[in-house]
């Protein structure tokens, strides 16, 4: 078999992909069942049914691209990623593991390869927490990891459910439809943008990793008082902004004195209630993310934060709820999957390093349900989730090329 991708297209769909988007290039905005995401999916989908796929989309908008095996009734081997895209983004996060998947196949298709076992590319559904508050939100309901009543009642900004707001974008059926049957997959495997710099610095071409981290998000609200800025005196302050200040430098410092680089912890939003210079904040809501690859130290700067949350409060008289959103195990990746990316690599003579992956993916998640792995490529200075997110032509194609080796490996029914 002899395999060869078509970098000229593969790179020609990437950029039509981010161009389908509500921010200016070469930002992508591209929040799950806005219009851009159904145009994007509309797109793609053009795209798989042209390959010869077989494409269905579950209740949620997961989506399924199959190429047929001669076992249909076998477990299939299915790769993907996601293609909803958080605020001012770039065009390469998720998107190379789905265009990827979708050209691996195709120089599959292209060799003469007839897969045993089927070969799925899936499209995961809101893999970013940007709309609903929760990250992979298809691959939870995938994996059952959670509850179709409790993603149906998850709300955006606007107050908008999941429920309200997926069935106005077209998808029909009942979310408790989407969890997949047990051994529906054989195996699972993404090829993704490392993210961080561990690969360039290193100048190693591919990454397999050994792990993924585990997330646990929360938000915060803290309740002071109001008033007038020249009007109130400090001693009589209940700032709810101070506090939240506090609260964030506590979780930093739970976070760099857990005692392994692995641990990371994260304020992403603070919103300020009323929002005007001469007015004292009397509210304030805080988003929270804490990572880490062992699920006790994870949770010990997540005890450490609610420690400082009690301290706070009776610090400054003012009221702080916690509520958290989810706390996942992290993952360890599949022997099989791993052994079958590394012989990938080696029959192409490429270097790679075994790593962990320190941000989440939707494979976290197919790894309660099937045996799963990732494949990394490097990213230009580590940077992702902003516009200048860059991954070189010749490294996304080298990382579909291990994918289509790797998925052929896997495909046949004695792997």
């Known amino acids: 078999m002899s395999l060869t991708v078509n970098q000229e297209r593969l790179m020609q769909e990437i950029e039509e992909l981010g161009s389908i988007s509500d921010a200016e290039p070469p930002a992508v905005t591209r929040i799950v069942f806005t219009p ?6 509309a797109w793609l989908i053009s795209r798989c049914e042209a390959a010869g796929l077989a494409v269905r989309q579950d209740a949620i908008g997961n989506t399924f ?3 047929i095996g001669s076992d249909p009734d076998a477990p299939a081997v299915g790769t993907g990623s996601h293609i909803d895209a958080i605020p001012n983004a770039g065009k390469y996060d998720g998107v190379v593991g789905v265009l990827g998947g979708l050209e691996a196949i195709r120089a599959l298709q292209q060799s003469g390869f007839h897969p045993t076992r089927s070969i799925e590319l899936l499209i995961f559904t809101s893999e970013e927490p940007t709309r609903f508050g929760i990250g992979c939100l298809g691959s939870r309901l995938l994996s059952g990891t959670l509850s179709p009543q409790a993603a ?3 709300t955006d900004r606007e107050g908008a459910s999941t429920e309200e707001v997926r069935r106005k974008a077209g998808m029909r059926g009942e979310l408790a439809e989407v969890q997949l049957p047990p051994g529906y997959y054989a195996a699972f495997v993404e090829l993704h943008i490392e993210q ?6 290193r100048k190693i071409p591919l990454g397999v990793v050994q792990s993924i981290a585990a997330p646990a998000s929360a938000r915060i609200t803290i309740e002071g008082a109001g008033g007038h800025a020249g009007g109130v005196l400090m001693p009589d302050r209940r700032d709810a902004l101070c506090a939240a200040a506090e609260l964030i430098l506590a979780l930093e410092t739970a976070a760099r004195s857990s005692g392994a680089v692995d641990t990371v912890a994260t304020v992403g939003t603070c919103e300020v209630f009323p929002g005007a210079v001469n007015s004292i904040p009397s509210r304030v809501c805080l988003s929270v993310d804490v990572r880490d690859t062992d699920l006790k130290r994870r949770n010990r700067v997540i005890e450490r934060l609610e420690e400082a949350c009690r301290a706070v409060s009776i610090k400054r008289q003012v009221t702080v709820q916690t509520e958290l959103l989810n706390a996942d195990a992290p993952a360890d990746c599949a022997a099989s999957v791993v052994e ?5 690599c080696a029959k192409h003579d490429f270097n790679f390093l075994s790593m962990v992956s320190r941000a989440y993916h939707d494979s976290l998640f197919m790894s309660r349900i099937a045996p799963a792995a990732m494949l990394f490529i490097p990213c230009r200075n580590g940077h992702s989730h902003r516009p200048d997110e860059y991954a070189s032509p010749e490294d996304i194609t080298r990382g579909t090329l291990v994918l289509a080796e790797t998925l052929a490996t896997l495909s046949a029914t004695d792997y």
């Open 340 to 344: 079958a990316l590394v012989g990938s």
């Open 36 to 41: 851009s995401d159904l145009r994007a999916r």
């Open 152 to 154: 149906g009642r998850l």
């Open 65 to 67: 691209a199959r190429w």
């Open 196 to 201: 961080g710099f561990i690969l360039e610095r």
